[in-house]
């Protein structure tokens, strides 16, 4: 798997907050896109510029104190969270300064964990199929390991 090593974030909920919003690339708010049923305790944005797996822009998670809504911040990639959005692979990068510590890699599990089962919630609510699911994070350094080395 690669990953860029830095990326330029739109950012779309600061940490703590609960609402997402669809942004432009002017940082205009847009639409409310999802209500999270506990405060996010991570910042939560994407780059616009590039789309995702999912084909909407490439989601990220950003590490570290509460960011501005609507504002850009350049940020090192140090992991990324696997996940599925009804059918589809919607993996999100984690970005942050230094290396993905445990206690971070557990609070992006226990986040996720909730995240998807709202999320699958809602996904029925919509009429939408497939899979929904939080299959784990990878570190930078697990990403770029070779296939034998990885746990």
Known sequence: MSLPERVDVLIEVPKGGFVKRELDEVGAKGRIDFISPVPCPFNYGCVP?????????LDVVVLGPRLKAGQRYDRQVVGVVRFWDAGKVDDKLVAGEGT???????????????????????????????????????????????WRNRR
């Open 100 to 146: 993905l510590s445990e206690g971070q890699r557990r609070s992006l599990h226990r986040f996720f964990r909730v995240y998807a089962l709202a999320r699958g919630v809602l996904n029925m609510r919509k009429g939408l199929s497939g899979r929904t699911e939080f299959l784990g994070v990878i570190t930078r350094e697990e990403a770029t390991a070779p």
């Open 49 to 57: 510029e590039v789309p995702g797996q999912d084909g909407d822009p």
